[in-house]
């Protein structure tokens, strides 16, 4: 048996930007302790192990040839649930403001109730507990912790009506998604972070192990500019493919992007991967990439970068004082911006290491 968390109303940018009505978000095992939190934004069924693979494939985005539709390829009918389970109101229990609902016995239940994303027609339902603003926890540290792992708070995130500060207080596991979460940040700041920095050291603080294909965090800044800042986080990759940017920003406005004193252990079994990316545009965004540790980035056939920046000729971009070591392919590729005191150690192309000046 396992534990399947769903996504309750929509977010905006959704399907593509966003979690919508039904879409499963992670998986957690039977008998986690869950907060008031984390009942009152999602539905949150035990299912029988004989639907874990159908579960992990709904995980996975779906993309039409290069172009991603929905951030998960499966989507349950929550009104479905509801007769299936033998509980009558359940839905507008979920649906409900800050009601908070236990998590449901579907042990009778099968992979039929798994339906494809695309092509189906998603409802206007608005999500009535989605955080705008305000401190918040993540981690496995019990039910006094807002939100199980970084991709329930992200699929629990609205347009920003002031800060949001989330801080990891605890491991995680069950990460990982594909695509891109949509922010509004209209003018405010969003910070993710670590209470129990590592330090420095890869083997030491909390850290935050992806298991579903893709990012740990990724984040399309098209609406309403504002501050993102990512610090502190110790990422491990144990998926069973690449992720391309396992912290990954589309920066499509004049907001400000810190990426800065993270570590990132990729798989170096895995394909095509990237440790940090941040593709600008040419509404001018801030990037400013420092102080991080990446390494175990793609495998040794010419695939893999440690630190990927796409620059624009309009914005600022700054790399400095980050490392990298045993990647597939470039250390660092970044086009545009001013590189300073980086450092690239067992990286298999020439490209490795541009240190010092403007980037070539």
Known sequence: MFDLVIKVGNQPGGPDGGWVDGMP???CPTGTAYSAKMKQAFAIITLPDAMLLDVQAALEP???GDTLTHIRSGYFDL???????????LVADWRGFEVGVEPQDGSGLDASYIHASHGHEWPDVP???????????IGLGGSGVNYINWVAFLADIGSLTGDIYADQVADTTGEGFGGFKSLFLNGHVLTCTCSASHGGDP???YKSTVTTSGALLAFNCIVAAGIVEIEKLRVVYAAPSGGYGIIHFLVGTASTVMVHDNIIEGDSNSYSMVGIQVQGSSAGPNVQVWNNEVFKIGNFVGVGIGINVLATSIGTYRIENNTVHDIGQFGFSVEGGAYFNNCAVACSAE???LDGGVAQ
């Open 127 to 137: 999500d009535l507990n989605a955080i705008t603003a305000g401190p918040c926890t």
């Open 203 to 205: 083997t030491a603080g």
């Open 79 to 89: 009104s479905e649930l509801e007769t299936a389970l033998g509980v009558p109101g």
């Open 62 to 64: 779906h993309r039409e």
């Open 25 to 27: 978000v992670t998986i």
């Open 351 to 353: 490209r490795a290491c």
